[in-house]
């Protein structure tokens, strides 16, 4: 068993913001100010889009990079849906800067579907909380 990531999130003195550090990195959570908060940095749901979004980025690059094509410039955008049965959702775009032939279309879908994000959110994933 290995430790894939690790984050840490301290409170802060205002309502729902917290420091987050991850590796050498340290941001800033809050929620919107429409549920009281700052706006200060990302809510929680948009750090989870942000994972898939830029996983499915750097996978991409990585599976281009092994089979020695050039995607040339393009961007991933997730959004996360709920309605009112609280029925949840994502939708992710892939959108290329130049046009992919229909067979390279269908391999990028597929290389989509086998990003370790997506895998992890697809099954379930259990979560052991401790207090200490």
Sequence with gaps: MSIIARSTVKTDPAPWKGEVATGQHHLITDKPESFGGHDTGPAPYDFLTTSLASCTMITLRMYAQHKEIDFGEFHVEVDFFMN?????????????KHPLSAELQEKVLNVCSKTPVTKTLLRSVEIKTTIV
């Design 84 to 96: 009112k049965e609280q029925q949840e959702w994502i939708e992710r775009r892939v959108t290329f």
